[in-house]
């Protein structure tokens, strides 16, 4: 025992008995002349061929390695601090009458090596057999290597390493990983196999006595012949443990978690050799898990980036959308004077035309001439009511909205468009469901969206198509809705012309046959309603546009 920091600096004991008592006391074997260190302080001694040191419930406590300890085994270099004293313990110091023998007895042993200790331990190796071992460790270790880092899978990383452990140490008969938490206060196990007989999933399989000794000593430690020694620990004798290795998983920085290895075969003792392998390769694999672990959470916020500049890039085209829909709107407001004025003309002389042939309406050969009359009106007040929409759309504000069954509001827009359904031979089939809720809507404005989707559908399909109109129950994020589908039997769209579809003035029509207003106004106008609205089409299998319109809560048929 050499002391390297206080009064006596300089100072060596030689320990020729054990126990050893170390204190202010003269009677102590080691006497400090430290005024904080208590009369009788620690006591080493020697327990199952190995030493060990305890505190002797001092008034300032005793620290080995900067870490406060009640009792714990001693290894050569370790350093114990004692009030302002520290001393190095030294194989050396010690008679050699006392010294223990670990190759010349069968009693329990307990052995630690540093991870910095490997190489040095390799270096020295000098005769045939230990450079063979070393020569065997480091292609082994070269060969977990290779196996560790293919992967950046913790689960598999972690896998892979007990299968490799299995085949480069094959008196290992039992063996887990386990991993400290984020908080490193507890042990999480993540792997626990049996040699031959698969995975255990048993977190107990361990030596608590050993786990504890590497944690606070940062050594891989190897206890061999357990069994036979006087009173092993509880977890060893409940396990049947007859040598265990335990290494640290660790980086440059801290430990991550343990290597628990054993054997409960007297005839298959990990060596020291083995705990050598083992703890070389914990230092390899801690590394490579901590990697695994800190790509994981890249990945991880890789893809949490992903979403949310997917969500923005949404959020950039809905703003797009509302920057076109406002444009609309300033044109809307621009030229709907240019159109309501012809279109009270057209009023004013169907008037006109009433009053004038009025007496000729009675008779059986004119009677047509009065729903002529009557059609221009019609069309004349529904186009004003058009262009009412269009104003408001230019200056947008909520709907007027009443309660209405969808169905009747459906009868009655496909009523009014019998005309050019007829015109184009338009077979037009409608499933309308029973009992639906109410929908709260302006009902000229879900009219033109109506008119508008029926519009295209005649269209894009010219002749002898087929529309079939649906009405159903939906619900879309825990929400209740009215779903109104239209499927026709025209040439469909691509993925690309779906992307746009309900873009301002994007048309598949020839030049000169359309806006492309009719869309992108009806998406505006279910979205003012709290609806939605979407395509679902392919080349040459016609198109479905499906609405959704909030219920209004009360059911009407």
Request: net charge negative.
């Amino acid at each position: 025992m050499t002391i390297t920091e206080g009064l006596d600096k300089g100072r060596t004991y030689e320990l020729e008995q054990m126990p050893v008592h170390i204190g202010r006391d003269p009677h102590c074997e080691i006497c400090l002349p430290d005024s904080q260190s208590s009369r009788t302080h620690a006591v080493i001694r020697c327990a199952n061929s190995s030493f060990e040191i305890e505190d002797l419930k001092s008034r300032n406590g005793t620290r080995v390695n900067g870490v406060p300890i009640e009792t714990i085994p001693l290894h050569d270099g370790d350093k114990i601090t004692i009030g302002r004293t520290t001393l190095r313990f030294s194989l050396e110091c010690i008679a050699n009458d006392i010294r223990p023998r670990a190759d010349e007895t069968h009693d329990s042993q307990t052995i630690s090596l540093k991870t910095d200790e490997l190489v040095r331990d390799w270096a020295e190796s000098r005769d045939i057999e230990a450079m063979t071992r070393a020569k065997a460790d480091l292609e082994a270790l070269y060969r977990v290597g290779r196996i560790i880092n293919s992967t950046l899978e913790v689960s598999i990383l972690i896998s892979q390493l007990v299968s490799t452990i299995f085949q480069e140490l094959q008196r290992v008969g039992r063996c887990s990983i386990h991993l400290l938490d984020d908080e490193g206060d507890g042990l999480r196990c993540v792997a626990s196999k049996i040699r031959g007989g698969g995975d255990t999933h048993d977190a107990q399989s361990i030596s608590k006595t050993i786990v504890q000794q590497v944690l606070r000593e940062k050594r891989a430690v190897l206890t061999y012949d357990a069994m036979s020694g006087n009173g092993p620990s509880d977890s060893i004798a409940e396990l049947n443990i007859h040598s265990a290795i335990c290494a640290p998983l660790q980086t440059q920085e801290r430990i991550i978690g343990i290597i628990h290895a054993d054997s409960t075969n007297p005839a298959e003792r990990l060596t020291k050799e083995d705990m050598r392998l083992l703890a070389a390769v914990g230092a390899y694999a801690g590394v490579a898990i901590e990697n695994a672990k800190l790509y994981g959470q890249l990945a991880r916020d890789k893809g949490a980036l992903q979403r949310a500049n997917e969500e923005l890039r949404n959020a950039q085209q809905l703003l797009i959308q509302s920057e076109k829909m406002a444009a609309i709107g300033q044109l809307a407001s621009g030229v709907v004077h240019d159109v309501k004025t012809p279109m009270m003309v057209i009023m004013g002389y169907a008037h006109i035309i009433r009053e004038k042939v009025g007496p000729l309406l009675s008779d059986a050969d004119h009677r047509d001439l009065n729903k002529y009359i009557d059609n221009i009106e019609e069309s004349v007040s529904h186009t004003d009511k058009v262009i009412k929409g269009l104003l408001e759309f230019a200056k947008p504000g909520k709907p007027s909205t009443v309660h209405i069954n969808v169905n009747d509001l459906l009868r009655e827009t496909l009523e009014f468009l019998r005309a050019p359904l007829c015109n184009s031979r338009t077979k037009l089939t409608t499933v309308f469901a029973d009992g639906l809720p109410a929908i709260s809507v302006d009902v000229n404005q879900i009219k033109q969206v109506f008119i508008n989707i029926v519009m295209n559908a005649i269209q894009a399909m010219g002749e002898k198509g087929s529309l079939t109109v649906t009405t159903e129950r939906a619900e879309r994020d825990g929400e209740s809705f009215v779903g109104i589908a239209f499927t026709d039997t025209g040439p469909g769209m691509t993925e690309d012309q779906q992307s746009q579809i309900f873009d301002p003035f994007y048309t598949t029509k020839a030049a000169g046959e359309g806006t492309g207003l009719g869309l992108s106004i009806t998406y505006s106008i279910v979205k003012n309603h709290g609806g939605v609205i979407e395509v679902k089409s392919s080349p040459g299998q016609g198109a479905t546009f499906r609405i959704l319109l909030p219920s209004a809560g009360d059911s009407q048929s």
